[in-house]
């Protein structure tokens, strides 16, 4: 495994200044630490879910659908965007917490 991947998983933290660093200062979680940051702050967790999920593996296709086409991926989204493999792929998600 790269010394890139190593320090994502061992750490969750890649800064801005480090050599092997691509982008601006990042933190990188998992589902279960999420919900676990959440639960120890005494918070429900209403929702969570992948905010693209897998479109980024097709973004030059999603890109040239028409509506019909868009709308047939976005309800297939929809119901998949809660499925442990779909959140753990995604690049960015959302958690909806309440106090």
Request: charged residues 25%.
């Amino acid at each position: 495994m790269s010394s890139k991947v190593c320090k994502f998983f061992d750490f969750g933290v890649l800064r801005h200044d480090d050599k092997k660093c691509f982008w601006t200062d990042t933190y990188y979680s998992s589902k279960d630490e999420m919900e676990s940051i959440y639960q120890r702050h005494g918070l429900e967790i209403v929702d969570h879910f992948a905010q693209g999920g897998l479109t980024p593996l097709l973004a030059q296709k999603v890109d040239k659908w028409n509506e019909k086409q868009f709308r047939i991926w976005c309800d297939y989204h929809y119901s998949v965007c809660r499925e442990q493999s779909v959140l753990g792929a995604s690049n960015h998600v959302v958690i909806i917490g309440r106090k």
